[in-house]
């Protein structure tokens, strides 16, 4: 059954509602009036914090569950299985499921402008950017963010004006959405199991940005520029529309000027670690512009924003060590992560990676051994499936293997070696997507 009209939708059923995407949704619609409620296999913090927003949540999947059979309209995570008990009884009953991307799809139309964050990496970090911005504007908007910002969390709203949303590229998600600016940070091969082969990636990109009414894509990144003629954003390409130029760090914090068409605007001193955030806020400030908003006030916003939740997120001191968690999971992006880190250590930089899919493992193989084998101090933790089967070919202990380094599946192990090392002024830096953020937290309990 197809979906046909919001107004033959009182109650919305989520299964898989724990997910960081999926909870901010089920949040807008409990805003937006419906009764909203949903199950996942495990209690996180996203199933604790959904009842403070009217959200009923279950643990367990049941094809008996009234609130699943009373739904008008069934969203359901791309994570599960086919064979989903819950979602094959939906479809026995005839009622309209839609994935994710396709409810995000369908909710964006419902505002005046769309905002969208594309790219293989620093989609979360921008739309929380785009967040702050649009708060210091004080004008109506919605964010609907795929981590958590240390503010907003994973959502925020003050009206339907604008929404601010991600464009994930994972089985062609972003091309559900219909923007009217739409932003691409950058193309690289990742979520290739979802694409023939990178020109087909490419293709999904290009697709992504022509069909918005205005798009812009990094002039520092040959993949974005191969797309064809955009307006741009960047800091190398002295032909960028909106560039950043006399960047100083100050502990890694940049601060730049905004360079509009070759005019300088503003100074913007951001509070955001990493020279990527200076990428993620050019980008925001081109979206911001494109709607003729005040660049002091666009500045003012990044300058207001601090940190997402596990993007170099400091958890922690061990004997006078900086305890760091960041979410990269890509060769680029622990390849950016590390430079920050060494850009702020002052003694050993010890890092603990954990592969997050066997997938990923497998088709970027030379990628991670290249990015890995550098380090002196590396620990690669057990592989964080996701959705996945176990294939040897692309564990984490083959990747070990190949990087040369330690190996370890059991917290113990992880627990002696960074209790019998880590002195003042190291960092320990815990890389991935999985759940190597938990057992960073727990192991910095357990030691102390």
Same mark, same amino acid.
Do not use: M, Q
């Given at each position: 059954m197809r979906f046909n009209d919001w107004r033959d939708v009182k109650k919305i059923y989520f299964i898989g509602i724990g997910g960081i995407s999926m909870s901010a949704l089920a949040k807008l619609l409990s805003v937006r009036g419906f009764t909203v409620s949903g199950s996942d296999i495990q209690r996180s913090e996203q199933t604790e914090n959904l009842p403070? +927003?009217?959200v009923r949540v279950f643990i367990g999947n049941t094809a008996e569950r009234k609130e699943l059979l009373e739904a008008d309209l069934i969203v359901y995570t791309d994570a599960i299985s086919p064979e989903n008990a819950e979602l094959l009884r939906a479809k026995k009953e005839n009622k309209p499921c839609l994935t994710r991307a396709e409810a995000l799809g369908i909710i964006s139309r419902d505002f005046s402008h769309t905002v969208a964050v594309g790219g293989s990496h620093g989609k979360t970090t921008c739309t929380s950017m785009c967040a702050h911005i649009f708060k210091a504007l004080a004008v109506p908007f919605t964010a609907h963010i795929g981590g958590e910002d240390s503010t907003f969390g994973n959502f925020a709203t003050t009206g339907s004006e604008f929404f601010l949303t991600e464009a994930c590229e994972y089985k062609k998600n972003l091309l559900k959405l219909q923007s009217e600016v739409a932003i691409l940070l950058n193309i690289d091969a990742d979520h290739m199991e979802c694409y023939r082969d990178f020109q087909d990636l490419q293709d999904c990109f290009r697709q992504y940005v022509q069909s918005a009414k &205005?798009?812009?894509?990094?002039?520092?990144?040959?993949?974005? #520029?191969?797309?064809?003629?955009?307006?741009?954003?960047? !800091?190398?390409? *002295?032909?960028?529309? +909106? #560039?950043? !130029?006399?960047?100083? *760090?100050?502990?890694e914090k940049y601060a730049f000027t905004v360079e509009e068409y070759g005019k300088p605007l503003c100074r913007i001193r951001l509070n955001a670690i990493g020279r990527c955030n200076v990428y993620n806020a050019l980008a925001a400030f081109a979206a911001a512009r494109s709607f003729g908003f005040a660049e002091t006030q666009i500045a003012r916003g990044l300058e207001e924003f601090r940190a997402v939740k596990r993007r170099?997120? %400091?958890?922690?001191?061990? #004997?006078? *060590?900086?305890?760091?968690c960041d979410y990269a999971h890509h060769p680029k992006e622990i390849r950016s992560t590390i430079a920050t880190a060494e850009g702020v250590c002052r003694g050993k930089l010890y890092v603990v990676f954990q592969p997050h899919t066997y997938s990923r493992t497998k088709l970027l193989y030379r990628e991670f051994v290249e990015v890995l084998r550098p380090l002196n101090n590396l620990m690669i933790y057990k592989t964080y499936p996701a959705r996945e089967k176990y294939d040897e070919e692309g564990s984490a202990s083959v990747l070990a293997e190949g990087?040369?380094?330690? +190996?370890?599946?059991?917290?113990?192990?992880? %627990? &002696?070696?960074?209790?019998? &090392?880590? #002195?003042?002024?190291?960092?320990?830096?815990?890389?991935?997507?999985?759940? !190597? +953020?938990?057992?960073?937290?727990?192991?910095? %309990?357990? !030691?102390?």
């Open positions: 403070f +927003y009217g &205005t798009a812009f894509v990094c002039a520092d990144d040959p993949n974005c #520029r191969a797309l064809g003629d955009f307006p741009s954003f960047g !800091i190398e390409n *002295a032909f960028a529309d +909106y #560039r950043g !130029i006399d960047l100083r *760090a100050n502990g170099f997120e %400091k958890i922690g001191v061990y #004997r006078g *060590a900086s305890f760091i990087v040369g380094c330690l +190996y370890s599946e059991n917290v113990y192990v992880l %627990k &002696t070696w960074l209790k019998t &090392t880590v #002195r003042e002024g190291d960092v320990v830096l815990f890389l991935g997507a999985g759940d !190597i +953020y938990h057992i960073a937290k727990y192991l910095l %309990k357990e !030691i102390k």
